[in-house]
């Protein structure tokens, strides 16, 4: 429990500091988020391993040159410990969802939809439920499909089972990572508004989920087109779609009231939702255990977090490490990018604010393949690019930018997390999913986005 009570400590201060800046607050934010990485370095992967040693490094090669600015390591030290407490607050809807049986039917009736509208009731309702179960999406949705599909006696049975369980994975997985272009409670939303203070999420969200909508129709129809309809007969009838009004229900229920929070603190949507979710995970467990009595429902609820939700917060290691650090060496990085002279560099090529952005998008695209995480690419781009001397790139430009970016990319390159996870559900190898199967998706969506800045950027 040292872990969850030191990386506690952070999240307390990073509430504190939506409301004040007390120097106490900094140092608890700071004394957390060090003895929780000293705590679990081991298990860390190895991104996060050099991302934590490349925090240390920099600020001591400053030291060293005389160069340290303490008031910018204490807002990196805000930023990171925000984003850890960004993942611990997720950790609490997710852990309360994981325990609904509401979850367990919305997946099943979103598999077992006809071949006719399977495709688009999955691709969406991934997106769904991403915002409740976040990567635990494809953990639940990835073992139905890899239960669900039938492989049959035959060779042509079971080339039918292969590519239904192909088609079905796709479309789970790109509607899962079209999360980051509209939903607010995505930890890339809320590292773009970070690094752009003066873009909003009503702002980003107004393009993108447009953006988003075209993508993933997209994909279906590159699906129907890969995949043309034919008839089957004997198919079972398909549960109804009325059955995910309850999951609806909550979907909607979780951002109105961090909206109604917000606006009575006075503070982002972000931060609000983050302060709301586990008053409201908390709330949602209590109704799961309603029929045991009130004051049990409340004992259970509050056992329930105390002996298994806190004791593992430190199973996401790796995810705090990568998001903290990055967001750590994000603030400490960019000021020392020369962006006046990258800018005139830029200009004296020739190159339109659209092309720049478009490039951008390309260069985050390219660099995921040979393993650099958007993370951490993204995180540079979207501080450097709306400072670029020269250029007037518009703030949200460069946001709606770097959200669909970080959407396509995590679709295609194998070392992304959504598409490790989907490929171990149905027991294929990364590659195969994201290069060789979802590649196409991936080069045409980078294409339409990229269009789309040329023309209107």
Not at 310 to 335: D, H, T
Not at 375 to 384: D, F, K, P, Q, R
Request: with cysteine; hydrophobic share 55%.
């Amino acid at each position: 429990m040292w872990s969850s009570g030191f990386l506690l400590l952070a999240c307390f201060g990073a509430i504190g500091e939506i409301f004040t800046t007390a120097t106490a607050l900094r140092v608890a934010e700071a004394v957390g988020l060090v003895g929780f990485m000293m705590l679990e370095l081991r298990g860390m992967s190895k991104v996060a391993l050099i991302l934590a040693t490349l925090c240390v490094a920099l600020p001591l090669w400053e030291i060293s040159q005389g160069t340290l600015d303490p008031a910018l390591v204490g807002r990196a030290v805000d930023r990171a410990a925000f984003f850890a407490f960004f993942l611990t607050s997720l950790s609490f809807l997710q852990f309360a969802a994981a325990r609904s049986a509401l979850i367990l039917q919305s997946g099943a009736i979103l598999v077992q939809q006809p071949p006719g509208r399977r495709y688009v009731v999955l691709t969406f309702g991934a997106a769904v439920f991403g915002i409740l179960l976040n990567f635990s999406t494809l953990g639940l949705l990835g073992t139905m499909i890899a239960k669900g599909v039938d492989p049959g006696d035959t060779d042509e049975s079971r080339r039918i089972g292969a590519i239904r369980k192909r088609r079905m994975t796709l479309a789970m997985l790109r509607g899962f990572s079209s999360l980051p272009m509209w939903s607010p409670i995505t930890v890339t939303m809320a590292l773009i508004t970070a690094a752009i203070p003066s873009v909003s999420y009503p702002q980003i969200a107004l393009y993108s989920t447009p953006l988003a909508v075209v993508l993933l129709l997209l994909g279906w129809g590159i699906d129907r087109f890969s995949y043309p309809r034919r008839p089957l007969p004997n198919l079972p009838e398909a549960p109804s779609l009325w059955g995910l009004l309850p999951l609806m229900g909550i979907v909607v229920l979780v951002p109105s009231v961090a909206l109604a929070v917000s606006q009575v603190l006075g503070v982002s949507l972000i931060q609000a939702l983050l302060i709301c979710l586990p008053l409201v995970s908390l709330g949602w467990l209590m109704i799961q255990n309603w029929p045991a009595g009130a004051g049990r429902a409340t004992l259970t609820s509050l056992s329930d977090t105390w002996h298994h939700l806190l004791p593992g917060l430190p199973a996401m290691r790796s995810e705090i490490g990568l998001f903290a650090c990055s967001a750590f060496l994000g603030v400490l990085v960019l000021p020392l990018i020369d962006t006046d002279a990258l800018g005139q560099a830029i200009v004296a090529l020739g190159l339109s604010s659209g092309a720049v952005l478009a490039l951008s998008a390309c260069l985050a695209l390219v660099l995921s393949m040979i393993g650099v995480s958007p993370i951490i690419s993204v995180t540079i781009l979207a501080g450097t690019l709306p400072h670029l001397a020269g250029l007037e790139i518009s703030p949200t430009s460069v946001a709606v930018t770097m959200v669909a970016t970080w959407s396509i990319v995590v679709n295609v390159t194998p070392f992304s997390a959504s598409v490790r996870l989907s490929a171990r559900m149905i027991d294929q190898d990364p590659a195969e999913v994201g290069l060789r199967w979802n590649m196409l998706y991936g080069l045409v969506s980078i294409s339409v986005l990229c269009l789309c800045l040329l023309v209107f950027a």
